[in-house]
């Protein structure tokens, strides 16, 4: 039988069956390196963690205060030059404005006394506010009422101080009087001696109650600080050693600029520079701050990221640690998570524009395990469409 001859046109039709198959079944092969291509893409990003707020706020403390007289309201707005308090040396003695206390008291009886048979509907009106805003005063301190303490305080002293003005304009030529009024104005100069004013020195927010960390964290500190600190914090442990001479009197809080810091295990967020976020304290939310990201720590698999809120703080400034939730809308670049790759620790990928492919350093925004949100260190650097290797 005679065998039939194999042509080279059977070889060109072998040659391009086998490559057609290549072609199919190509996806479907791995060899040591495969592509994946950059797409765009979005994420939404929220998540719950534990948190430290840092205040703007200036602290006036003292170790030679022996009384504080308040005269600002708790948690108000002051102007610059606005008193605060007036602050009594320990050369202050309780006796002498006790024996103040004792002769305005005098004062008012013998008032009475002059003014027995004589009616006078001012001064009884003014008796009236003072008993009426010492009753209230009293219903609040035995929980019967609620209210604003520090203002009703200051609501009866401000009642008692215009009743000593009328009656000390409206005195009776009486030798008794007199002298006691003398000895009311001794006992004033003796008491000021030991007293000063303090003023805003600026604008703020003020507020008499400290917790010890306000000069610990402030923005100026924010550069040194650690995910040591900031575990400290929430552990409620304190940052250095504070002095047992000195007192905390009152601060005074820039309302509309401070921070919030976190910690996070940087495996599937990595927060970026400058990006915005919305934050929701537990137990305030009914609040929502805007929040940006101004500095971020990376310290072996933690990272510390710090938020700049120019929001007025409202009622955190009174708080110093909790749980907030950040949420925001994320977006960068998509690729396949496989495509990631790790650079004496930085994240990045393998730009596959020469053989072997570049390595181009990435932030990671999010990753859920089948594709990563990224975003170059360098603008441009990564565009849509670009081929990446799988290695």
Same mark, same amino acid.
């Given at each position: ?5 194999? $042509?080279?046109?059977? =070889? ?63 948690? $108000? ?14 050369? =202050? ?58 203002? #009703? ?10 009743? @000593? ?5 409206? @005195? ?40 010890? =960390? ?6 100026? $500190? ?16 304190? #940052? ?18 401070? =921070? ?47 938020? #700049? ?36 620790? @930085? ?10 492919? $570049? ?33």
């Amino acid at each position: 039988m005679r065998r039939k001859r194999v $042509t080279g046109r059977f =070889y060109i039709f072998l040659l391009a069956i086998l490559l057609i198959v290549f072609l199919i079944v190509r996806p479907h092969l791995r060899f040591g390196t495969r592509e994946a291509i950059i797409e765009p893409g979005s994420a939404s990003y929220s998540r719950s963690t534990d948190a430290v707020i840092i205040r703007d706020e200036d602290v006036f403390s003292s170790g030679t205060i022996a009384r504080v007289e308040y005269v600002a309201m708790e948690n $108000t707005l002051l102007n610059e030059g606005d008193t605060i308090a007036y602050l009594y040396s320990t050369g =202050y003695s309780e006796s002498e404005l006790e024996r103040l206390e004792e002769i305005r008291a005098n004062i008012q009886a013998y008032h009475k006394t002059i003014l027995n048979n004589i009616v006078d509907n001012d001064l009884n009106r003014l008796d009236r506010i003072v008993d009426m805003k010492a009753l209230e005063l009293k219903a609040l301190v035995t929980h019967q009422a609620q209210g604003n303490l520090l203002s #009703l305080t200051r609501q009866l002293e401000t009642a008692m101080v215009n009743r @000593q003005d009328y009656m000390r304009a409206n @005195q009776r030529e009486d030798l008794n009087l007199n002298r006691l009024y003398q000895d009311e104005s001794t006992r004033m100069n003796s008491v000021v001696s030991w007293r000063t004013e303090a003023a805003a020195e600026e604008e703020g927010v003020i507020s008499f109650y400290t917790d010890g =960390y306000e000069s610990a964290l402030t923005p100026e $500190t924010l550069s040194a600080l650690t995910p040591a600190d900031i575990r400290a914090v929430l552990a409620g442990t304190p #940052l250095g050693e504070a002095s047992s001479r000195v007192s905390d009197i009152y601060r005074l809080v820039d309302q509309d600029a401070w =921070y919030v810091a976190i910690l996070t295990d940087g495996q599937s967020w990595n927060p970026v520079l400058d990006q915005e976020y919305y934050l929701q304290f537990e137990g305030f939310e009914d609040l929502v701050y805007t929040a940006k990201v101004t500095r971020v720590q990376k310290v072996d698999n933690e990272v510390l990221a710090v938020f #700049l809120v120019e929001d007025p703080m409202g009622p955190m400034i009174y708080q110093r640690s909790g749980r907030v939730t950040l949420s925001s809308e994320l977006s960068g670049l998509s690729v396949l998570s496989e495509a990631l790759a790790d650079q004496n620790g @930085q994240p990045g990928v393998w730009l596959f524009d020469v053989p072997g492919g $570049t390595f181009v350093p990435v932030e990671v925004l999010s990753n859920d395990g089948s594709r990563a949100l990224i975003q170059p260190l360098t603008d441009g650097a990564l565009q849509v469409g670009d081929p990446v290797l799988i290695k």
